[in-house]
């Protein structure tokens, strides 16, 4: 490969740039963990249940007023239909995705290899643009209901009542500050944060029960209630299962466990292919997390619908979007409801954490491959730092309203939700396990029903989810038509007959032709030397080698290079390549010969015809086309001293 004399880096560059991964390094990884330490160095699968459960658990600071506005006097029953929809269906379907997919990348790794070519290429962007919603929306929309916690505790209220925005701004810039200082960093604070904000709910739980099992009453007016408005039992659950879609978010754990399953520690066995020790702890952190939940979203609504008159979840009430926060101040006093008050704060600002721990293990692992963003996106800080500015365009937007982001927020989690039910019933299908295919299936046709629900309640999801789509297509397929012209070639191997070939060549003139192989026999070889002697008027003494080039497949943007070398007819050396695209594995080759035998090489080729603009576009979108005039780019590109450049002619 070329190599060119470049200025050392600036000590700022070197630290923004600091754990890329070389492209095609083997075993080269983007995101937080750009050079991963073995296995068995990882975090203990709880510490990483803390990362992504200031996510899932951060959802108890709003959840319960969610059920209470969405489903009223039941919401504790409709709270139990989620917990089921979670233990009986999304649990077992994120164990699933754990084992199929245990680097991290989730259900659209499994849902890519379906697909080839172009259509899995956008169908990814399609689902990259609704993880970007989910995992962005986490982020503001955390931030924003912890500004709400902070202006409306009664010691600030009064202070901070107009400063919400600036406030949500400051919370998400400090979050990008601890992904820039490091990640490790990220979940020691997790861990703490998750510890402290779960034992105070328990508080507050406990205290809670206690006041509605002295105060016999209120379950007796409860249930009263209940029974007047809706008549018996089989009403409350068909109702309950049709508010159900308003309560989706109590479900937002599940991907981002997923996402940051690359930190769980496994066994000292461990290999990247078979990480066992690693798919068993992170279920078991999946599993672990989702039975806290249960019990604390069973609990949550049961005391918030009992003891809050139902006036304060309303829009202005004391309770709304602060639930337990409300009981925490009412039931112990303002000083353990600021402690209170804090903590949420605190774990609401942090649940971004594992949200952007997520995106930037997903979103490295894709569009740099694609060809879609560029080489510096694999690094981990000029990432926090485009999805912090990102966030803050998005808190802008919505003018830090939670209310506004939730219809976002719910559609990103629940259609990443059914593309996980739906890759893992496929997977269980190719597995030939009828049992486990039937029940995914049901799991998915329920998460696609929710999902639909969703949609027509809250349709500005799916708008808000179209713009990241459309925002990633197009900041794609743009970094893509940039990056053309890149060597994206990752490694050149020269079998032993091949390696023959260069070695006899090295003694005079390398030459080549680039030929497209038809029929392979001896008259197609034969003309085409005559031609290219023609062409470019040699004599007959000049002997050449062929390059054939196979077409792979056109959507991949970097890959490895094996040439192989055979003769043909007893006469014709040919050198054969599979490539993405003709022209860069052409460049490619060159420039290892070049190196390789401190040479110079010639190729020749003939014009294509045709228009140049259209061979342009078949370049760009199948890898071929104009192939002469490119592939001389591609090496221009490549190696800017003129003098060091392989020679490309046309005839």
Request: glycine share 8%.
């Amino acid at each position: 490969m070329a190599t060119t004399e470049h200025p050392p880096p600036s000590r700022i560059r070197t630290w923004m740039l600091q754990g890329l991964s070389d492209m095609g390094k083997p075993g080269g990884r983007p995101g937080p963990h750009a050079e991963p330490e073995p296995p068995h160095k990882g975090q203990r699968w709880w510490r990483v249940m803390c990362l992504t459960g200031v996510d899932y658990f951060s959802t108890l600071g709003y959840q319960p007023g969610i059920a209470a506005l969405a489903a009223g006097l039941l919401s504790p029953i409709a709270t139990i239909v989620l917990v089921v929809v979670t233990l009986a269906g999304a649990l077992p379907v994120y164990r699933r995705v754990a084992e199929e997919s245990p680097h991290g990348e989730g259900s659209i790794a499994m849902l890519e290899r379906l697909l080839s070519f172009w259509k899995g290429k956008l169908f990814v962007l399609t689902l990259l643009g609704f993880a970007a919603t989910d995992f962005l929306i986490t982020i503001t929309l955390s931030a924003a209901d912890a500004s709400t916690h902070l202006i409306e505790n009664p010691h600030l209220e009064s202070t901070l009542h107009d400063k919400q925005m600036l406030i949500t701004l400051i919370l998400v810039a400090l979050l990008g500050a601890v992904f820039l200082k490091g990640f490790l960093e990220a979940i020691g604070v997790a861990v703490a944060l998750v510890a402290a904000y779960l034992a105070l709910n328990t508080v507050v739980v406990i205290v809670g029960m206690w006041h509605v099992l002295t105060e016999g009453h209120l379950v007796t007016d409860w249930t009263s209630a209940l029974t007047a408005e809706h008549g018996n039992v089989f009403a409350m659950i068909g109702v309950s299962l049709l508010v159900f879609p308003k309560l989706a978010l109590g479900l937002s754990g599940f991907e981002t466990g997923v996402a940051v399953m690359p930190h769980v520690q496994g066994d000292p066995g461990d290999t990247e292919e078979k990480p066992k020790g690693r798919i068993r702890d992170t279920k078991k952190l999946l599993t672990t997390a989702a039975l806290i939940m249960s019990v604390f979203l069973i609990a949550t609504s049961f005391i918030t619908t009992v003891l809050i008159p139902e006036k304060e979840f309303e829009d202005g009430g004391q309770a709304n979007g602060r639930a337990l926060a409300y009981l925490a101040h009412e039931y112990l006093g303002n000083a353990f409801g600021t402690v209170y008050d804090v903590s949420t704060i605190a774990i609401l600002w942090f649940a971004g954490a594992s949200a952007m721990a997520g995106l930037l293990n997903l979103m490295p692992r894709y569009l740099p491959r694609y060809g879609m963003a560029p080489h510096w996106a694999r690094a981990v800080r000029p990432m926090v730092i485009v999805f912090t500015l990102v966030a803050f365009l998005v808190t802008w937007i919505f003018d830090a309203d939670v209310n506004a982001q939730g219809g976002a927020y719910a559609t990103g989690v629940l259609v990443l939700m059914s593309s996980a039910a739906i890759a893992v019933t496929i997977a269980a299908r190719k597995a030939g396990q009828r049992n486990w295919t039937i029940g995914f299936a049901v799991v998915s046709a329920v998460l696609l029903y929710v999902t639909v629900a969703n949609v027509i309640e809250r349709p500005d999801g799916v708008k808000i989810g179209a713009c990241f789509i459309a925002g990633i297509i197009l900041v794609s397929l743009l970094s893509r038509l940039a990056r053309a012209f890149e060597l994206r070639v990752t490694s050149v191997t020269l079998d032993d007959m091949a390696q023959r070939f260069v070695r006899d060549m090295a003694s005079r003139k390398i030459r080549f032709i680039a030929n497209e192989p038809d029929r392979r026999d001896k008259a197609e070889y034969r003309d085409k030397i005559e031609q290219i002697r023609a062409d470019n008027d040699m004599p007959e003494q000049e002997d050449f080698v062929f390059l054939e080039v196979t077409l792979t497949d056109p959507s991949e943007f970097e890959a490895e290079l094996t040439v192989r070398g055979e003769v043909l007819h007893n006469r014709y050396r040919v050198l054969t390549l599979e490539s993405s695209s003709i022209p860069n594995a052409l460049a490619a080759l060159l420039l290892h010969v070049r190196d390789a035998t401190r040479c110079t090489p010639h190729i020749y080729f003939e014009w294509t015809e045709g228009n140049p603009f259209a061979n342009f576009l078949r370049f760009f979108l199948f890898g071929q086309g104009e192939v002469a005039p490119v592939t001389r780019e591609v090496l221009r590109e490549a190696e800017p001293d003129r003098a060091r450049r392989p020679r490309v002619h046309t005839g």
